[in-house]
C-alpha cells in the first residue's frame, strides 16, 4: 500500500513529506494506523547525526498511537479495530530479559531494530523500490506503519490519541524513572536536570509519589511556570547562581538531593546531576542521550562515598504491561499530560515541531494524521 510519512534522506536535513511504499504485515507482525504521534527531542537527535546507531533514509518517530488494520499470521494478542501505543521497548515475556525482573530491557529483537529492520532482516517501507528504514521499531512519523506484535501494547478505546501517544515514550520515561527506576520515596528531595518534555515528567512523578522537595534545573526561564503547576516546588537557572552549581545544590537540598534526574544529555549535566547527590545514598539516574563518543566522567570518591549512577530507558516500564495502566492513569486525572503538549499540527508541518523544541518554545508537539 501507499502512505504518506516524513523521510529523513541525510542527516542534519529537514523531513520530506512523501508517499511511502509500505508492504503488509508478515508473520507475527501487524499494521497499525498512526492516528497521533510526538515529536520527541531523541527524534531530534537521531536527525542530528549525533546517534551512532542512526541510518538514512529512515522513518523516525517513537512515540505514536493508531489502531490496528491489519494482522499477520499468527497474531494472537491484537485484532483490527484495537487501539495501541507502538512501544520501542517491546515486551516478549520470553527472553532472558524479559524473565528477569531487574530489567525491562527485553532484547528478543533488539539487534534488527537497531539496525532499522524487522526481525526477518528486512524492510517493510521503500520508495519506488529503494528501501527505507524502520526507526526504533515504530516508524511513527508514518500514517501506516508495521510493527512486531511485541511492540505495540493494547490500550482501551476511549483513550484521545492525540494525548496518550505521549505516553509511548516521554510521560512513560519521566513517570517510571521516578517509579520504576528510582523507587522513590514520599518525603524524599530531588534534583531534575532539564525541564522539558522528559524533565517535567519526571517532576509529575515526584509529586505523585509524595516527593518533599522537587528543584528544578533549567537554562530557559520559560519553562519554570509549567514546572511549578507540576510540583517543582524550586527553580534554579545555573547562568544566575554565582559560582558552582553543585554546592548551591546541595546547600538548597539540606546536604545533598536523594535522587537526581538528568533529563538534557549532556555529560556536564550528567556530572553535576551526580555529584549534588546526598553522601552516603543519594543516588543519580541519566535519561539524556549523549551523542556519539561522549563519555562521562566523576572522581570516583564520588561513588566512594555512597552517591550511585543509574541509568534507565523508557523508565523502566514493561510496555504491553505498564503502558495501559498509564493510560488509565491518565483518564482517571491521576497525571496530567494535555498541557503539556504545547502545539498540535499536521504532519505537513512536522519540521515546524522540530524548530519550536531547538528554539525552547514547545514542551510536546505532537502531529495529528
Ligand atoms: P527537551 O528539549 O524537551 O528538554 C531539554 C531541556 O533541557 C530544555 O528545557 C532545555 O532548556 C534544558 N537544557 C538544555 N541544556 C541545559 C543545560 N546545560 N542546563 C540546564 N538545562 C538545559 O528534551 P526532552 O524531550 O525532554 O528529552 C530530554 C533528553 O532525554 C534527551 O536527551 C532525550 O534524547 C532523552 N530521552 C531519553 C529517554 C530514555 O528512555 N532514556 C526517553 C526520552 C528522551
Ligand atoms: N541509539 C543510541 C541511544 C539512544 C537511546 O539511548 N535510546 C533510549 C530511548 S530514548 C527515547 O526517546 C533507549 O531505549 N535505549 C535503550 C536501547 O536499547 O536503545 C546510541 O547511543 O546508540
Ligand atoms: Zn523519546
Known sequence: MDTRAAVAYKAGAPLSIETVQLEGPKPFEVLVEIMATGVCHTDAFTLSGDDPEGLFPAILGH???GIVREVGKGVTSLKPGDHVIPLYTPEC???EYCLNPKTNLCQSIRTTQGAGVMPDGTSRFSINGEKVHHYMGTSTFSNFTVLPEISLAKIRQDAPFDKVCYIGCGVTTGV???????????????VVFGLGGIGLNVVQGLRLIGADQIVGVDLNPAK??????????DFV???EVEGDLVPYLVDLTGGGADYSFECIGHPTTMRQALECCHKGWGESIIIGVAGAGQEISTRPFQLVTGRSWRGTAFGGARGRTDVPKIVDWYMDGKIDIDHMITHTMPLEEINTAFDLMHEGKSIRSVVTF
Not at 176 to 190: D, L, R, S, W, Y
Open 93 to 95: 515475556r520470553e527472553c
Open 176 to 190: 517510571g524513572a521516578v517509579i520504576n527506576t528510582a523507587k522513590a520515596e514520599p518525603g524524599c528531595k530531588a
Open 224 to 233: 519554570k511556570d509549567l514546572a511549578e503547576k507540576y510540583g517543582m516546588t
Open 237 to 239: 537557572n545555573p547562568k
Open 63 to 65: 512515540e505514536g498511537a
